[in-house]
């Protein structure tokens, strides 16, 4: 599999673009407020982050990586934080500079941004790196195909589960329906702990059957910044 960036367009100078799917990476309504709205507080988190010495977030589409370090940073604020596994997956990775574009309109950040970028080589299948506080684990390709490595017996990367929070993050699922796929999300809930959560910022009716009928219970919460909602979840318990 060949490596192709996206195409980008900048809105407003600053909020990436993918031309391919016609959808901004994070909102103009700031981008990292709505990931500690959507996602952090979407799970539970950084509350359930406490007593905790390991952790796993699971997220499908790592675009910036914005979602990554956002979790980072709010790992980085506790006393006794636990190790953190993010993985994540990605079929269009950004190019570093690219990357570096996108995540400077959150000076906040810049610390664990610049960590992020110099580091940034993604290459097909699972890449690894080491930041303090977490390991980041990306899979470059498509989550479909990708998602079965995962709990395999005997499969390297079956440590890295069962995943405790989802990050639900593909472009709108219209246009990107890909990652609201049934299958894709059955696999995901299979690959969840008892208690383990999701949350995503889309409500679309077709999304929430499908998150039901993969195996999560949900609920409409309200959305960031005027939208009216979005959905949280839980794994289903077994009946
Ligand atoms: C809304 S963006 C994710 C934003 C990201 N979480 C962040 O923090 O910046 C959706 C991402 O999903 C990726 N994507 C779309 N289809 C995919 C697929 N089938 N497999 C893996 N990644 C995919 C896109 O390339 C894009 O980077």
Redesign the pocket.
Known sequence: MAIKP?DLEWLDGDVPR?AG?N?T??SKAGGLEE?RHVFLAGNGLPERFEGRTHFTIA??????????LTTLAAVGGLARPPALTFLS????PMSAPQLERALSAFPELSKYAQTLVSAWAPAPGWNRLAFPGADLVVGI????ELIADLGRQGAGESALTPVDAW?L???SPAR?P??WDPDLLKKAADLTAGDGTLATYSAAGWVRRNLQAAGFTIEKTAGFAGKREMVIGRKTAPA
């Open positions: 996206p993918a799917f959808d990476y994070f990931t997220e499908f589409g790592f675009g910036t990586g914005l979602n990554f997956f990605e079929l269009y390709g498509d989550a479909r990050y993050d593909g472009f990107n890909e990652l």
